[in-house]
């Protein structure tokens, strides 16, 4: 199946769900925050190694605002913008803009026109439709928020519109062994019990579909790479708890939107922490107890120079002409 269409099989995409989830864990979210902070680390890591100066961010996928202060730190000069789907987490963003007045000194034109010369340094937006002009930033950044779209090709797109030319898109999101552990009792239980199969965990997008996507929407370049991290837990309790807290599985029979395992069918819920149980490790260093899978997926990509105008009409950059004839001789 072509990673433009979506995927059978998950439940339709209704961003009003995705916001009352993360809206329910914004008070809370701090106690799972470890994964996003050490991914951030590493991407952090990553941008060492890249030569950019932008003059404005954007932090897509903010959540509560824990990246804005070092992207401040490394960009001082540039007014970082927050964007998430979730209010409760936005209204957590703000404590990290305390202090920070320096940004309206440089205030694009275009991001004036988008949220007012004193505008806010949040929007409350789906990833898909966000409302800030056509090139309004010289580097997007995203940390593990990417997976919570159905359709990343069509963010891709409207995260190309809104940066620049030769800006940056930076981005961590989650890969399809993310979890594994987690859908493989879910299976069994179901299979077990003879429960119709559910999605519980997202349907997450294989690295190779993303790079392609990117090259699909107007970025160039595209450098992608993935590692595995493993979270360990000493009990089935702790784990579900703790991917209630990430929103990792909001569809099937063990959620609702009051979130609460007591509302689910009391045989499924304690076959499930069984067959969690089972998957205890019995040696090495983290013996004695139950593993989480993470699958992290890092990209970067430039925007691509547009190849035609919006009516159509081929571009042709100064510097190539003569390169074909030059090559042809």
Known sequence: MSPSHPRPGRPAYDPRHVQRI????AATFDE???LPREIASRMRERLDYIKVSPTCVLDLGCGPGDDLPNLRERFPEAPVFGADLSFAMLERARAHDAGDTSWRRFLPVSIGRALGARGPRFAQADFAELPFAHGAFEMLWSNLALHWHPRPDLVFGEWQRVLKVNGLLMFSTLGPDTLKELRGAYAEVEAAH???????????????????????????????????????????????????????????????????PALAPRRLYRALLDALEARRLHDGPNAGTIPLTFEIIYGHAWKAVPRTTAEGHGIVRIEDIGRGSARNR
């Open 22 to 25: 993360f809206d329910r864990r």
């Open 32 to 34: 799972v925050a470890f």
């Open 194 to 260: 003879g429960v119709a199969t559910q999605p519980h965990v997202i349907d997450f997008v294989d690295m190779h579909d993303l790079g392609d996507m990117l090259v699909e929407n107007g970025f160039e370049i595209p450098v992608m790479d993935q590692e595995t991290l493993t979270v360990t837990y000493k009990t089935p309790e702790k784990l579900l708890a703790d991917v209630r807290r990430w929103g990792a599985y909001p569809f099937g029979w063990e959620a609702s939107d009051a979130d609460a």
